[in-house]
């Protein structure tokens, strides 16, 4: 299953100048994803990388912001996870505690 996550760009909040319609919508979206995990759906982020294309294939009203999609499922039986061989930075390097 594919969920198209999208924000209401005309029911979002101004805030410090801006509008939170993106905001909202990515926070939407983290949240179907924990729930999905919770009940044990696996779940992949896929972004929008084609607004107008998307807004147009899904007949999208222009105050509908296309955010992402959500793959739900389950993984396959024999899924042995992601392997990278880049090297990864230490945490350290990235994370600073204040």
């Not at 992949?44 to 294309?53: E, Q, R």
Request: hydrophobic share 45%; glycine share 8%.
């Amino acid at each position: 299953m594919v969920i198209l996550v999208c924000s209401d760009k005309n029911a979002a909040s101004n805030f410090q100048g801006g509008n939170s319609y993106l905001t909202d919508g990515v926070i939407a979206a983290t949240h179907m994803m924990l729930a999905a995990t919770d009940i044990g759906l696996d779940t992949c982020w896929a972004g929008v990388n084609d607004v107008l294309k998307t807004q147009n294939v899904f007949d999208l009203p222009e105050n509908i912001y296309p955010i992402c999609f959500l793959d739900l499922g389950f993984r396959a039986s024999d899924f042995k996870g992601v392997s990278s061989d880049k090297k990864r930075n230490p945490i350290d390097s990235m994370v600073t505690i204040l």
